[in-house]
């Protein structure tokens, strides 16, 4: 299979090649900055540990860059998959072809990472350093392989399968934990009835990872709902389309804006807490990785949006051919940015104020409550204008789409 690889590797176009070192370059990011992180974890004072948590975070949006990269890269290579299939290779040669492949990738993104954290930190801990390489490169082999999973690859091409996921009930019921797990922990505090004060902050800990897991994959029952209502209120045809695909596959969208959700929802909580401890250095650096985290997540949004119309290619296509002018499509791209944005990146904001605010009801003072407010409603338009940005950015990407080539069978 590894000869086979490096076989077709020889024939990659300029686009498949580009794709490919994102996705290395995605992974050695991801591995010298949780490398970082959790190098940081020894250090006990406030600075240390908030700079650890935003090197963490910018992991996650470049975790969601490597893992589009690989979906968008599985629907592109036609000419290769299609060979495959011709020299006798069955579909599930195919996918593990995509998760050898991706693998592969991230195996040598998190070498330069790793060899660049090492150089950069020499007397910093080293034994996490494996271990964080090997979870990278397992991540990226089963990005590669769920990625796989969509793509149907036959000698006459490739064919997105389309298996489109609507909202599920655990989605909530993790939600709830996550509240339950939290509110408890905050409520009880040192009477915690299991090993006391750990106790209790153990289950906060747990009920703010269950909560951010559940607020990202609710999020699909929120823009299913959101874009329902808009389709129904729509005032221009360019609406009513917007409405109606995102109503069609809300996971998607939910997916695509998850680390944006999460970037939203940490940039409310750090302004909640600044209002009451004050600005910092190590503040400073948690809003820079922040900012990074979004224009991560915004290059995510645009990998997104190119696979959205690999999906409907033909669709938009003949809308073209029958008159549509290319202007009116793009603004279909702009409200559907809308519409799955905006329900998301408000609750984002209004979850990360209050998991801040509520457990410090006793001492947060009404003065500071301005501050945290316009913090979050400041996070949640960054996040709603980000995605209007990538919209707009991708209108390139529908100019191709359009071209009438796209409607042959």
């Not at 590797?9 to 070192?21: C, K």
């Not at 006990?44 to 992991?59: F, I, K, N, R, V």
């Not at 509520?358 to 913090?375: C, D, F, I, M, S």
């Not at 949640?380 to 359009?402: D, K």
Request: aromatic content about 4%; overall charge positive.
């Amino acid at each position: 299979m590894i000869t086979v690889m490096r076989m077709l590797n020889r024939g990659r176009s300029r686009a498949e090649r580009v794709r490919a070192w994102l996705v290395a370059a995605g992974a050695g990011a991801a591995t010298f900055l949780v490398c970082t992180a959790v190098s940081l974890a020894d250090f006990q004072d406030e600075g240390g540990s908030l700079t650890g948590l935003g090197l963490a975070l910018l992991a996650l949006p470049v975790a969601g860059l490597v893992h589009q990269a690989n979906r968008l890269a599985s629907a592109t290579r036609e000419r290769r998959l299609a060979a495959l299939r011709l020299a006798g290779a069955t579909p599930d040669d195919v996918r593990r072809l995509g998760a050898l492949e991706g693998g592969w990738l991230a195996l040598l993104g998190s070498l330069g990472g790793a060899a660049v954290y090492v150089v950069t930190h020499l007397a910093g801990p080293l034994p996490q350093v494996p271990v964080i390489m090997a979870a990278v490169t397992l991540g990226g082999v089963q990005s590669g392989a769920r990625a796989s999973r969509h793509v149907v690859a036959s000698p006459l091409g490739v064919v997105r399968r389309s298996r489109l996921r609507g909202p599920r009930v655990r989605d909530l019921l993790l939600v709830v934990a996550g509240v339950g797990l939290f509110t408890l922990g905050a409520v009880l505090k040192g009477r915690f009835p299991l090993f006391g004060p750990y106790g209790s902050a153990l289950a906060m800990t747990a009920g703010l990872v269950l909560l951010l897991f559940g607020v990202t994959l609710a999020t699909t029952w929120l823009i299913r709902v959101y874009a329902r209502r808009a389709g129904r209120r729509a005032g221009s045809p360019e609406m009513l389309l917007a409405a109606r695909l995102v109503e069609a596959d809300p996971r998607a969208w939910a997916r695509a804006l998850s680390v944006v959700s999460l970037t939203v929802f940490f940039g409310a909580g750090a302004g909640a807490q600044q209002a009451g401890v004050g600005y910092s250095h190590a503040h400073a650096l948690v809003d820079l990785a922040l900012l990074v985290a979004l224009v991560t997540s915004a290059v995510a949004l645009v990998v997104h949006q190119a696979e959205e119309l690999i999906d409907h290619r033909r669709s938009f296509a003949a809308l073209a051919a029958s008159g549509v002018p290319e202007r009116a499509l793009g603004g279909v791209l702009v409200r559907q940015a809308v519409i799955a944005a905006l329900p998301v990146c408000v609750v984002a904001a209004v979850s990360g104020t209050a998991v801040v605010v509520l457990p410090l009801t006793e001492v947060y003072q009404v003065q500071w409550l301005g501050w945290a407010a316009a913090r979050a409603v400041a996070m949640a338009g960054i996040g709603v204008l980000a995605a209007v940005l990538v919209a707009l950015a991708a209108r390139p990407l529908l100019r191709g789409a359009l071209r009438l080539e796209e409607l042959r069978a």
